[in-house]
């Protein structure tokens, strides 16, 4: 199983803990990855993490595929592949209405028919085997509505991308996920209870036939985030992902319209996810968070003493999963997981 460390996106202040990913980079971790809310940007911090390390992967999880087109996406990509010895891997997502439309000022629209164009143009453009062109709902390439000059033309990269450069997406729903096994080289879920591979099976399955190919889980990277807090006490490694849950199940989308809501829901949490939303849209956040059970922690993170986190990678090494994208602050937690699965 490969391991990955999650960078995160900034706080108030923008810090990044280049000594934890030189040392994951050292203890034999295959990628570090950036991300992306409404503050700081994904791909910045991966240039100068980039810039810094020797041999680790770079991966973008995830770029908010509304907040730029997809050439300047491709753009990007091939500038820090070339720059960082061939590297990167491109995480996408569509991010969701609240972002997208009250932050970018661009309408939400089909996030997976978004995600197909968008795929496309990225690999178009890396292949370099004739000039742009596309036509779709979201992107046209040349632009031709009504205000365009008419001028446009079809274009090909100045510099030559990697074809094979690896794109990842973001899903957590069942019509995402058989996208991504169908479009992408690999799935980033938010989180993930590695016994309850049967929430992805099927729509794996769909992408991989759709795809053809003989495209399978051999092929392709099932990479979730998984949080990791060493500590004697339980309860307190316990609070960090209990706050994150709470946010996204709660908060991170309107009542109808929470894509993690929903997730929670089909991992047998249908009672806490409803009431953890009304909770915390009501602003009542501690009592969101209370709302969480230690069992649903203990299923999608890894927390407590050293023992009791290797005993629950039992259960991860028996899945599916072929990367871990590790959550965490703590260099005792990179080089446990780092003895433990490598």
């Known amino acids: 199983m490969r391991l990955g460390i999650m960078a995160g996106y900034s706080g108030a202040q923008l810090s990044i803990d280049l000594d934890l990913i ?12 950036t991300s ?62 609240q972002v997208v439309e009250g932050w970018h000022g661009v309408a939400y629209g089909k996030p997976l028919l978004r995600t197909r164009e968008y795929v496309s ?28 000059t ?10 030559h991308g990697r074809r094979d450069l690896p794109i990842y997406t973001a899903s957590i729903g069942p019509a995402g996920v058989a996208t991504s096994a169908e479009i992408a080289d690999g799935l980033i879920p938010v989180w993930m209870n ?7 099976e099927e729509p794996l399955a769909k992408g991989f036939a759709k795809a053809g190919g003989g495209k399978s889980l051999q092929t392709f ?3 979730p985030m998984v949080s990791v807090i060493v500590g004697d006490d339980v309860d307190a490694c316990r609070m960090p992902v209990r706050a994150m849950l709470a946010l996204y ?55 407590g003493p050293a023992d009791r986190i290797r005993d629950r990678l039992g259960a991860w090494k028996a899945s599916p999963v072929t990367s871990m994208l590790l959550g965490t602050v703590q260099p005792e937690a990179v080089r446990l997981l780092a003895e433990a699965c490598l």
């Open 249 to 303: 199940i709660g908060g991170m989308g309107a009542k109808g319209k929470n894509f993690y809501t929903d997730y929670a829901k089909r991992l047998g949490y249908e009672e806490t996810a409803e009431r953890v939303q009304d909770l915390f849209l009501a602003g009542k956040k501690g009592e969101a968070m209370a709302a969480i059970p230690d069992k649903f922690i203990d299923e999608v993170a890894l927390v």
């Open 36 to 97: 992306e809310a409404y503050g700081s940007d994904a791909i910045v911090p991966l240039a100068w993490i980039g810039a810094k390390t020797h041999r680790i992967r770079l991966g973008t999880g995830i770029a908010q595929m509304p907040a730029r087109t997809p050439a300047m996406t491709a753009m990007t990509a091939m500038t820090l592949d070339a720059l960082s010895g061939g590297r990167v891997i491109l995480g996408l997502g569509p991010s969701g209405p």
């Open 194 to 200: 590695p016994e309850r591979f049967d929430l992805f």
């Open 22 to 33: 030189t040392l994951a980079e050292s203890a034999g971790f295959d990628s570090v990855w």
């Open 121 to 148: 143009i990225v690999r178009q453009i890396l292949a370099r085997e004739k000039p742009l062109e596309h036509e779709g709902e979201h992107y046209q390439i040349p632009y031709h509505g009504p205000d365009a």
């Open 221 to 223: 990277d099932l990479a």
């Open 150 to 159: 008419g001028l446009g033309k079809p274009l090909k990269s100045i510099l």
